[in-house]
């Protein structure tokens, strides 16, 4: 057994520890986020690997994939958040632009649309990306918008991440990973404080500039 398979047995099912740590890591940086703090990003980068690891012997290629690209996102945030926090001034986060809101969505939906035909085209050549192409496209290219649009401060990316939680829980039980599945419930009441919480700090930061 590989180190990607370790794991212990609860009421049947196994959990694995790549799993269960990089959930750890994946609720650390909701935390971390909320509080608007640089170590979202490099805790987020330990997690998406670990879940890469828990992806790929699960055999979920289109997860796996989902974390590869928070990998490189968790960088770009890393970035941008360094830049925005040099000199020791606090994050400015705003809500996005009603232009900002229209790429968001058209992003969501057209990339969502073309992933989920890479991967239909992909599983009839049998290479087995996904058993559920269109949730996991939808999961995938949802994940890059939310994650893209957090590394530039927006409110607005938590909002996104509600919309993809509520596919991401159903398709985690039903791939047996049953850790990722429990995370995800609890991810949805995360997400809804940092919401609040980035939406009234927003309003109080645009009316001081006011």
Known sequence: M???????????????????????????????????????????????VLLFAASISAHITGNALKQAMFGLLAVYGWVKWSRGLRDGAGL???????????????????????????????????????????????????????????????VDFWVVWVAVDLVGVPLAFTSGLVVSGLVYGLFFVMVCIGFRDWLRQSRTLEAVTV
Do not use: M
């Open 92 to 154: 400015r986060i705003r809500s996005a632009t009603a232009r900002q809101r229209t790429w968001l969505v058209v992003a969501t939906v057209a990339g969502t649309a073309l992933v989920a035909l890479l991967f239909t085209f992909l599983n009839a050549r049998g290479l087995n990306i996904s058993w559920a192409p269109w949730p996991d496209a939808y999961i995938f290219v949802g994940s890059a918008v939310a994650t893209w649009a957090q590394g530039r401060a927006l």
């Open 2 to 48: 590989s180190w990607t398979d370790a794991g212990f047995d609860v009421l049947g099912q196994h959990v694995l520890w790549t799993d269960l740590v990089g959930n750890v890591c994946a609720l650390s940086t909701v935390w971390l986020a909320i509080r608007k703090t640089i170590w979202t990003w490099p805790v987020q980068l330990v997690g998406s």
